[in-house]
């Protein structure tokens, strides 16, 4: 595909067209911090792994969200507020000693979904809005990295479904070079008038588009209630999901969810069913449309309810053990609203020969105390250069790395 080097602006440029506030330099974060030294001692000691992993602090990041990792190692880090982090280890122990603000130039809001191209165009996916950095390593330490909008402020949903909740976007490259971005919608469970629309704009689903300009943007997957993290199995391609299902209809229901999109154009269940097979109080006794039913894909996996299963990520190195291959690491954020809280670690699932899931375990725990309280909360796993896992809490404001120390 050939870049549109017409559209390519600098940054200075897109301050004009995006009405970004200029700053001269970005913010540091410093990491020989006595918060960093409470995390080392007092919370990572307590994280437990299965035999010979090891978990340590990669870095101080605060409301650390999404991740992508370059294969240089540079790891940029999305949040929720209107920062994205630009974490690099330079003399190469595998800790990162530098941790900036990345495109300082730039306003971003709720920049939480961070995403690589194999050409090395990190898109950004915010609230309401993509951005796109060229050759973003080689540019991060220039006055003048090129980014331009590849979706353009409020053309990623309509406006008038801007919302506080579910407002989180995350972004990955397909295996057919597209981008593919999730969209949460906005309730606790969408009231009728909204399907048509949320349909056909891809809100409370999937999707996809031509990263270079944006054009062929469609709908891949619908009824999908808060999807924050998704994947592509390496082996066959297919797309991989998490879903936060609804709240406030007890602790144990319904299940969380991890799904397979077997091709695209599937139908999900929201919010017709509010996770799994539970029917929500809302559409309980309503004939589910034949369109639907007729592309409705159940979980692979239910999770426990309220667990807030968030990013995901399929593993390809060679570090961890052959049991791992091709395994999905994924981060429960951890319940707000469950009389006992579940949750806040980072769970592994294993799939069968088809490509479907056989079960899902626990890998890395102890963020949740005995006494109920959270000492972290992840949110994203990502791969690192050397085949460990990286994982990202926006409670601590922290990136850890889990690594295999076997043989
Ligand atoms: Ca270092
Ligand atoms: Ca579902």
Redesign the pocket.
Known sequence: MKLNTASVVTISAVLALVAGNTQAAGERIAQSTAAASDLRNGVLPKITLPDDFKIELFAIAPNARHLAVSPKGTVWIGTRSDRVWQATDKDGDKIADMVEQFAPQVNFKVSNGVCLSKDGSLYVAEHNRVMRFFDAETYMQSDQPKAEPLIKLGELTPRSEQSYGHNARVCKIGPDDKIYISLGQPYNVSPAKKLDLYKETGIGGIIRLNRFDGSEREVVAQ??RNSVGHDFNPKDGSLWFT?NQVDGMGDDIPPG?L?KAPKMGMW???PH?G??DTRTNEYKGQAIPKEDLERYV??QIETVAHAADLGMTFYTGEQFPKAYQNAIFSAQHGSWNRSTPVGARVMVTYLDDNGDAIKMEPFAEGWLNAAGRYLGRPVDVAQYIDGSILVSDDKAGAVYRIYYSGK
Do not use: K, L, M, T
């Open positions: 009824g999908i879903d969810e799904n999900y269940g929201f069913y996770g799994g159940a979980p």
